[in-house]
Every structure is written in structure tokens, then in C-alpha cells.
T-cell receptor
Framework: DAKTTQPNSMESNEEEPVHLPCNHS???????IHWYRQLPSQGPEYVIH???SNVNNRMASLAIAEDRKSSTLILHRATLRDAAVYYC??????????FGKGTSLLVTP | GAVVSQHPSWVICKSGTSVKIECRSL??????MFWYRQFPKQSLMLMAT?????????EQGVEKDKFLINHASLTLSTLTVTSAHPEDSSFYIC???????????FGSGTRLTVV
């Protein structure tokens, strides 16, 4: 599986935008870029995923570099409920997601 | 979106006993279910992949005789931890491949404590 690299932790102020980076230089043409987040003692929650084009949904935006070797998850206005571990994962459709260490996001009032 | 219901949320059992964890897909048919384990302060680790009507595929280092997986229907997959020991205490999570635009769906997890 192609691997991803994320910062261990990031901090943001409430109601400010947050940009969570992810590097995936060995991504293959069939790999989708997935983002999930996990709150303590809960199962992961789907955030967003994409293949080549930027994606937007009600939770976040995903900006994918033109060469697909990196991507950025954008939370437009961070809230305290957004504090979680965010995982950037590459996967081919139907195969298990392999989780790395993710980025622990701290949101301060 | 697709929902996976996982039960129980938490369970405490005595060493040597068995515990069954259930994951049900509520509004879709899951031909495949993934089972993960997560120790404190660590990431999720894939244990096995269950496929409806066939034997599960286990990751290297996971004892198939200890962690019994059954996927007898398109809406139910179960993980049974047999002869549980304190080192099996962990957070167990199931997941099904996504449908449509919603990515993969995860259960809420089961906190197993073996005493």
C-alpha cells in the first residue's frame, strides 16, 4: 500500500480555517484519497474522499495537488467538536483502509 | 448514508471466557466487512476481512482460531474472541466498504476489557 505522511499534531483556534496536509508521493493511479476522523472511544467517521479533482461536502473540502502527490483537508471554520485524530488514507475501492498515525487536531476556544 | 451498527459498545469478561461482537449493516448489504483492533494511543490495525459465505482472511500475526469471524448473511458479521486473556483487552471496530459517495462506514466500536 502507498503510504501517507501527516504531521503528528496541529492546533487551531475556534472558528478559524484549518488546513491539514498529507503527503502521498507514491500514490498510484487507482488510489483514492480518503480522510476520516476519530473522536476518543468512537469508530472513525468518514469526512471526504476524492480521486483527482477537488471535492467539497458539508463537512470539509479536499484540495488535491495536480500531481496527486499531496492533498489538504480544509475545515472552513473549526469548532470544538472538530477536535479529533484525522487520518489521510490511500485506498483502492473495496480494499481495507490501512490507518497510519494521523494528525491530532486540537481546537482551542 | 450507510450505517453499521456494532454491539455491544463495551463488555467486561473474565479471563478464559468468550465474547461475541456483532456488526450489522442496517440499510445496505455488506458482502465484505473489515475488523480492526485499536490499543490505547495507537492507530487502528486491520485484523481480518470477512466475506459473506466464505472464510475470513486474516492478517499476518492474527490467530484465526482465537478470533473467530462469521459472515453468514449480507447484513451480519460477528467476531468472537475465544478464551480471552487480559492482553486481548482492546477497542474492536468493524467497517464496511462504502456505498455511493459516503466512503467506508465504521461501527461505533466495542471496548473489551478482560479481567
Amino acid at each position: 500500500d502507498a503510504k501517507t505522511t501527516q504531521p503528528n499534531s496541529m492546533e487551531s483556534n475556534e472558528e478559524e480555517p484549518v488546513h491539514l496536509p498529507c503527503n502521498h508521493s507514491t500514490i498510484s493511479g487507482t488510489d483514492y484519497i480518503h480522510w476520516y476522523r476519530q473522536l476518543p472511544s468512537q469508530g472513525p467517521e468518514y469526512v471526504i474522499h476524492g480521486l483527482t479533482s477537488n471535492v467539497n461536502n458539508r463537512m470539509a473540502s479536499l484540495a488535491i495537488a495536480e500531481d496527486r502527490k499531496s492533498s489538504t483537508l480544509i475545515l472552513h471554520r473549526a469548532t470544538l467538536r472538530d477536535a479529533a485524530v484525522y487520518y489521510c488514507i490511500l485506498s483502492t475501492a473495496g480494499y481495507a483502509l490501512n490507518f497510519g498515525k494521523g494528525t491530532s487536531l486540537l481546537v482551542t476556544p | 448514508g450507510a450505517v453499521v451498527s456494532q454491539h455491544p459498545s463495551w463488555v467486561i469478561c473474565k479471563s478464559g471466557t468468550s465474547v461475541k461482537i456483532e456488526c450489522r449493516s442496517l440499510d445496505f448489504q455488506a458482502t465484505t466487512m473489515f475488523w480492526y483492533r485499536q490499543f490505547p494511543k495507537q492507530s487502528l490495525m486491520l485484523m481480518a476481512t470477512s466475506n459473506e459465505g466464505s472464510k475470513a482472511t486474516y492478517e499476518q500475526g492474527v490467530e484465526k482460531d482465537k478470533f473467530l469471524i462469521n459472515h453468514a448473511s449480507l447484513t451480519l458479521s460477528t467476531l468472537t474472541v475465544t478464551s480471552a486473556h487480559p492482553e486481548d483487552s482492546s477497542f474492536y471496530i468493524c467497517s464496511a466498504p462504502g456505498t455511493g459517495h459516503y466512503g467506508y462506514t465504521f461501527g461505533s466500536g466495542t471496548r473489551l476489557t478482560v479481567v
